[in-house]
């Protein structure tokens, strides 16, 4: 099992690598659930993120209240995706911002990387799902003969599951 899962593991983080927008999930003060497309600034060596934003913003806001999180990302023409819940955390962090900070930043943060309204995100990472686009093409030709003769629909067995254990965490 151990092997299996180590398996998964790298073709996990062999997928991310290839993502550069996640939509990001939070959950409102109000409970309400509330996504939007986000750009990746930093992926660590496991399946943990980093994004950037503004202090003042409704998703700051909701992590501050309830840091649990959600990122999707999708790939339309493979039909791939990987799912991420965990919890997120605010960084102030000077340095990792500097080295971080991109030209088109200077767009939502005028004064450069030392704006005060900068923050970043680190999504710590709990639970991984995804279905491995080479495969995928393979479960929506099973769902599409099971739609025409009735027969048996597929299984979820497609579907990689990975806990905090199974991420190495």
């Not at 991420?84 to 102030?92: D, E, H, N, Q, V």
């Not at 923050?119 to 491995?132: G, H, N, P, R, T």
Request: glycine residues 8%; aromatic residues 8%; proline residues 7%.
């Amino acid at each position: 099992m151990a092997d299996k899962n180590q398996s998964n593991r790298e073709q996990l983080y062999e997928l991310l690598k290839k993502y550069k927008i996640a939509i990001m999930t939070t959950v409102s003060p109000d409970g309400t659930l509330h996504g939007r497309p986000m750009a990746v600034q930093e992926r660590e060596p496991d399946a943990d993120v980093w994004f950037a934003t503004a202090l003042d913003t409704a998703k700051a806001r909701d992590l501050e209240a309830n840091p649990q999180i959600g990122l999707t990302y999708f790939d339309d023409p493979s039909k791939g995706y990987v799912s991420l819940s965990g919890r997120a955390r605010i960084s102030r962090d000077p340095a990792r911002i500097k080295r971080l900070w991109q030209p088109d930043w200077k767009l939502w943060f005028p004064n450069g990387p030392d704006d005060p309204d900068i923050v970043l995100i680190k999504v710590d990472v709990d639970q991984a799902e995804y279905i491995d686009p080479g495969t995928s093409k393979l479960v929506v030709l099973q769902a599409l003969v099971h739609a025409v003769t009735g027969g048996e629909e597929p299984g979820e067995n497609e579907i990689v599951h990975l806990d905090k254990q199974d991420l190495g965490g």
